[in-house]
């Protein structure tokens, strides 16, 4: 029962009593009544000339032609007083009123029953739709050739293109591998982190091999309802087989594909359900029927082992955050949607963006069009792809934020120790830019550009970070004296010991406690509790805790001494940067080789007036976080 029949239900009701309440004579419809000893004294004054008697209700008119009504009693002599009058008398039709009262008297309670089963369906429903639609999947149907997404569409993930490329030919033309007996793989595993783009590239295997495309998420089949889930299974791959070959994409499949026996009870849950019959369903269909299940997550870990052995998920394909090439690649796609100026090098942007996903460089093509408008130009120049990517790694410029002469000079200094420890220490990363502007919850900013993609990091590295996470806190003592240290380095303290932890802790890269593990699993076990947590002794955590305090004084040390070694450098740095309020790596360059630095290049983009007074900085990538240095 959907809205318009139940407003017709109503409707009818409505009319229904409308017309109950219209069955007396519209032409006796009267504003006031008399009382019956009244009316029957005007009779007998020969003052009534009409009357109209509807089941104990007399309707009439005075010889003036005064309308009246009255309440009758049971009285057998009026008829016979109203002929004598010369009274003209009609009488409503007996049956019609009983039929219109009846109606009148049972339609309110039926509209109320007919409005709590409504509402009542609708709940069971899910919100719509009849009750024999309440175990349908909820799925998102694309019929042949509707998936206009290919291949070329897909940037920054070229192994996986590969290896999914022998599906589309399977889809195409199964029989050349069923002639020498080869069986595709029935369910491929996409994994990668979020925004690498999982879900475009299963779209784009449909769009390839031009079939049907059903597309559902993995919490859509878990309810609160016992079985449902698992009919909705059924249901989802009993139209897969109608519309074979096809492909069937479930998008975070951890939802419904967890471990099973980690919940309350034994685990014996609506979800575990949903995920037996989700292993049955896969396991009933051959491989020649035609039907792909892909299925996209980025918690691999948490999945049941019998949902990953082969004849299910038989095939893991890894979608992994873009090298420097993959995001050249990838912006280019998401460029040509947008009018740009000439000449924009996509090169720079790539390497300035380390560790951005796709969905990372498809924001900030979009950040680049909007700083665009905003200055009212119809183009997209290379200083706004700047202006995006800074905005992006580092946060919003709050200019409207109002910082003291003393608050400016400290934020100066600040960051001027983190860029020339940066500059000084072993194998750390260059830096791209220091701005004492504030950007999202900082007050000023150092920005670490890598030169090169890295996988690993060696232990010197991670020591030179460390020393360079310090360098801000060392710079207000050196100027300031230990009393007046801020507390702007919370954040740099915060990274600074979960960084050392994780080298002794985590990575073994302690010569006293050892190479051993002993950090827990992350979202592991029942709870969020670590499943694979190392036991250890007392004397051992310990061990551990002193270790952790001896990499942190060491390279605190470190910082402190190249600082006071730089001293000069420090107060050059920073009354640049109260001049220029940001600088870019060659004023930087300047600074540190004794020349002065050169004024930056004029900026044609008027600055946004679109800035808020605050809040948070936008989520940054895993690897970003280790690119920014903040206050």
């Not at 109203?82 to 009274?87: E, M, P, Q």
């Not at 739709?129 to 998102?140: D, I, L, Q």
């Not at 100027?479 to 740099?492: M, P, Q, R």
């Not at 309020?581 to 930056?600: F, S, V, W, Y």
Request: hydrophobic share 40%.
């Amino acid at each position: 029962m959907n809205t318009k029949i139940v407003a017709a239900v109503i409707a009818v009701g409505v009319g229904v009593m409308f017309l109950a309440f219209s069955m007396t004579n519209q032409e006796f419809d009267v504003r006031y009544g008399i009382s019956y000893s009244d009316f029957l004294h005007k009779v007998a004054d020969k003052e009534i000339t009409e009357v109209y008697i509807d089941h104990g209700v007399i309707f009439g008119k005075t010889v003036d032609d005064t309308p009246f009504k009255t309440d009758s009693p049971d009285d057998p002599g009026l008829m016979g007083d109203l002929i004598a009058n010369d009274v003209k008398i009609t009488a409503a039709p007996r049956e019609k009123g009983s039929l219109g009262r009846t109606l009148l008297s049972w339609t309110p309670f039926l509209l109320l029953i007919g409005v709590w089963i409504y509402f009542m369906r609708r709940m069971q429903s899910g919100g719509g739709g009849s009750p024999m639609k309440f175990s349908k999947a909820k799925t998102k149907t694309f019929t042949a050739g509707q998936v206009k997404v290919k291949f070329k569409d897909v940037a920054g993930v070229d192994e996986a293109k590969e290896e999914v490329g022998e599906i589309v030919d399977f889809l195409r033309d199964a029989e050349r591998f069923n002639k020498v007996g080869g069986r595709i793989p029935r369910g491929v595993l996409m994994v990668g982190s979020p925004g690498t783009g999982k879900t475009l590239l299963a779209k784009a295997i449909a769009g390839e091999a031009e079939v049907p495309f059903f597309s559902i998420s993995g919490s859509d089949f878990v309810e609160m309802f016992v079985g449902v889930g698992a009919s909705r299974v059924r249901d989802l791959f009993a139209e897969a087989k109608k519309a074979a070959p096809c492909i069937v994409f479930i998008d975070e499949i951890d939802a419904v594909g967890r471990k099973r026996g980690a919940g309350i009870g034994g685990g014996n849950d609506e979800r575990e359900q949903t995920l037996n019959q989700l292993l049955v369903e896969m396991d009933g269909f051959e491989g020649t029927e035609g039907i792909i299940v892909i299925a996209a997550t980025n918690r691999p870990d948490v999945l049941d082992n019998a949902l990953l052995r082969p004849g299910r998920f038989d095939r893991q394909v890894t979608v992994p955050l873009p090298d420097i090439r993959g995001r050249e690649h990838i912006l280019k796609v998401h460029m040509r949607k947008i009018p740009r100026a000439e000449g924009i090098d996509t090169k720079p942007i790539a390497r300035g963006t380390p560790g951005f996903s796709g969905a990372d460089l498809a924001n900030l093509v979009n950040e680049a069009a909007l700083t665009a408008a905003r200055a009212r130009r119809e183009i997209v120049t290379m200083k706004d792809f700047e202006k995006a990517k800074d905005k992006i790694m580092m946060g919003a410029e709050r200019r409207s934020m109002v910082l003291s002469e003393k608050e400016k000079e400290i934020t100066a200094y600040h960051e001027a120790g983190h860029t020339i420890v940066g500059l000084t220490v072993p194998e750390h990363d260059p830096v791209h830019k220091v701005s004492i502007i504030p950007r999202g919850r900082a007050l000023g900013v150092t920005m670490y550009l890598p030169e090169e993609d890295r996988v690993s990091y060696s232990k010197r590295r991670l020591e030179s970070q460390l020393s360079s996470l310090f360098g801000g806190r060392i710079a207000e003592e050196l100027i300031y004296g230990v009393d007046s240290v801020t507390t702007g380095a919370s954040n740099d303290i915060q990274r600074a010991t979960d960084l050392a932890t994780n080298m002794v802790k985590k990575w073994g890269l302690s010569a006293i406690v050892g190479p051993l593990a002993f950090a827990e699993e992350e979202g592991g076990g029942f709870l969020g509790q670590g499943h694979n947590e190392k036991p250890m002794a007392a004397s051992t955590a310990e061990a551990i805790d002193s270790e952790i305090k001896a990499l942190i004084q060491k390279n605190y040390a470190v910082s402190k001494k190249i600082l006071e070694k730089e001293l000069d450098t420090l107060h050059r740095m920073a009354a640049a940067l109260m001049e220029y309020e940001t600088l870019d790596k060659h004023q930087i360059k300047d600074i540190m080789e004794g020349r002065a630095p050169q004024p930056p290049e004029s900026d044609e983009t008027p600055p946004s007036t679109t800035h808020g007074e605050g809040g948070d900085s936008p989520q940054l990538s895993p690897a970003m976080r280790n690119i920014t240095e903040e206050i």
